[in-house]
């Protein structure tokens, strides 16, 4: 981590900007935010009609001239004007002049693991124009390991895997520090888009977004090799509601391969780590953080895979923006080993 625990204690405000989600800490306050990153925007104005969960509501059911857009993609800011718009109406008036009376407003933030420098830099420029003075950024690994409370500061191996809507990032850390990481652009989103895509091509039946969740839990549950489940949806040609039955074992091929990419990620981390702490974490195992952690069978997957104890951190999509919080508040130890006195 290149920002110090004492420069992080004197920020106020610790943002994350997620794919799906936006979450912001207040010093003192706690999480006051926790809203989809989503925003409608008026296309004749230009105005802003709705932000949050009322946006995402509208997603596919706006009439033409409302445009629901995504300032947050990936992982990283690509619209820095409508997410500063977006966050500003998030945070709210009273917060919003609340903060304004601090004359050197810091924020926090966390950036995914390894981003470039026009990603962190348009991750600065959304707080800048939201009125802080300085920004420091976190890598999310590190956020979300002190967020779900492993002993990151220790001299032993702690192994978390964030698993986003976009991205899912794996870490071994040790002394505060990541020791080997690997950033994969699989998440969440990839997996509802392969069951999505599945019941389009075999079934020819366009699923509704609501409909994706329950069928997670219905592949989970199901007999591996005899299960079936219904689904309802509409026909792609005809455009007329069908239900259609759905081969769950077929579903779970469908959705094996961002699975595999995400198993392949572990396994280079295992890899490139040394022995000494690839013993540490047959004890320790590993930490799932992210809203995508609370995929149903997620655990027993990995688990079968890697033959490593998991651990499903509670309420994992808040692990990250609870950890910056908890680095701002000094509610965690230090992290950086300070030399020994000379003898
Ligand atoms: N109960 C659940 N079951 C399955 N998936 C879930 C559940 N709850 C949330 N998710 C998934 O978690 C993802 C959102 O997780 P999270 O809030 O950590 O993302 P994010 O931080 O905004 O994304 P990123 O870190 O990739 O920028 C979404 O893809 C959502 O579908
Ligand atoms: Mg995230």
């Known amino acids: 981590m290149t920002v110090s625990l004492e420069q992080l204690r004197r920020c106020h405000i610790a943002v994350d900007l997620g794919a799906a989600r936006t979450r912001v800490f207040v010093k003192g306050q706690g999480v006051v935010v926790d809203e989809p990153s989503v925003a409608a925007v008026n296309t004749r104005t230009g105005g802003l009609i709705a ?9 596919g059911r706006t009439p033409e001239y409302i445009r629901v857009v995504r300032p947050v993609s990936g992982g990283t800011v690509v619209d820095v004007d409508m997410a500063q718009r977006m966050l500003r109406h998030l945070l709210g008036d009273k917060l919003r002049r ?10 926090a933030a966390c950036t995914p693991h390894e981003s470039d420098p026009l990603a962190r830099r348009a991750t600065v420029e959304t707080l800048v124009g939201l009125g802080a003075r300085r920004v420091e950024l976190v890598d999310t690994l590190i956020a979300a390991a002190v967020g779900c409370g492993l002993p990151v500061e220790r001299p032993e191996a702690t192994m978390i895997m964030a698993c986003g809507a976009a991205t899912t990032q794996i870490a071994v850390l040790s002394l505060g520090a990541i020791v080997t990481a690997q950033r994969l652009p699989v998440g969440g989103d ?3 888009h392969a069951i999505v895509s599945h019941l389009r091509h075999r079934h020819d039946l366009l699923l509704p977004a609501q409909s994706v969740r329950p069928l997670q839990l219905a592949v989970d549950a199901a007999d591996p090799r005899t299960g079936t489940t219904e689904i309802h949806g509409r026909d792609a040609a005809t455009g007329l509601a069908r239900s259609v039955t759905v081969d769950t074992a077929a579903l779970r091929e469908a959705i094996s391969a961002p699975f595999t990419t995400i198993l392949d990620g572990i396994g280079r981390v295992l890899r490139t780590c040394p022995p000494d702490l690839v013993a540490d974490l ?3 195992g590993l930490t799932a953080v992210g809203g995508s952690a609370l995929l149903p069978g997620l655990d027993r997957m990995l688990k079968e895979a890697t033959g490593m104890p998991i651990r499903i951190a509670e309420n994992p999509g808040m692990c990250a923006v609870q950890g910056l919080g908890a680095m701002l508040e000094g509610r965690v130890g230090p992290m950086t080993l300070s030399p020994l006195p000379a003898r």
């Open 51 to 59: 932000v949050g969960a009322f946006a995402q509501q509208m997603t």
């Open 282 to 284: 047959a004890e320790g």
């Open 98 to 107: 609340a903060l304004r009376r601090k004359p050197r407003l810091r924020a």
């Open 190 to 192: 990839a997996i509802d």
